[in-house]
């Protein structure tokens, strides 16, 4: 087995490769998908997030308000701490389970966003960046998520720089590229690491 981390930053494109390496035949382990699983309604995580910050960030049918919590933490340090002691833990543990019931021969790419933030490069074989200028990004967030200027580039500005991600990178993926040559450098790439995940491994 492989592991893949791929990260990029918000707008880089990251979710358009981690869907073409499924294509190719990659097992994908979606941190941000199972951040959302652990704080389902009777799950323990949400249980200790309300513990934490209250009844007011459930919604009226009892599950998470994400706008709400997230506006509460985004610019608070120590409640963005709590947060992610609470979540972080859930979905490690989520993951090692998924990955450890994918094939031996499998190439498992775990889509982890804060990959660089959170200093996680050590934990897999390989990291995978999508790489993007931060023009690029700026246009993607406004024009396809429909975000304002001053909040796409809150968000950017609240993540790793590019510099700081390309410094952790074993392979970069240029997304500043129309979709067919995007494609063409992902089925490159997973070329290259089903090479790797064949290459007998040292004791």
């Known amino acids: 087995m492989l592991t893949v981390g791929l990260t990029g930053g918000i707008g880089a494109g990251k979710s358009e490769v981690s869907r073409l390496l499924v294509e190719c035949g990659a097992v994908l382990i979606d941190a941000d998908r199972i951040a959302r699983e652990v704080v389902e309604p009777g799950t323990p995580g949400l249980a200790a997030v309300v513990k934490a910050f209250g009844e007011e960030i459930l919604t009226e049918d009892g ?4 706008p709400r919590l997230g ?3 985004f610019n608070d340090p120590e409640k963005l701490a709590t947060l992610n002691s609470i979540v972080h833990p859930l979905v490690g543990a989520r993951s090692r389970e998924l990955e450890e019931a994918a094939p031996d021969d499998a190439v498992v790419v775990h889509d ?12 897999y074989d390989v990291v995978i960046v999508v790489d993007a200028s931060p023009d690029t990004q700026l246009d993607r967030l406004v024009r396809l998520r429909g975000m304002s200027e001053e909040d796409a580039r809150a968000r950017m500005a609240a993540q ?27 089925r490159e790439v997973w070329a290259d690491l089903v090479r790797r995940a064949r290459e007998p491994r040292p004791e």
Request: charged share 30%.
């Open 63 to 66: 599950s998470l308000d994400r």
């Open 71 to 73: 506006a509460l933490v």
């Open 112 to 123: 982890v966003p804060l990959l660089t933030e959170n200093g996680l490069a050590p934990l």
């Open 160 to 186: 790793a720089t590019r510099e700081q991600r390309r410094a952790i990178a074993d392979v970069v993926i240029d997304n500043d590229v129309p979709l067919d040559a995007l494609e063409r450098r992902v």
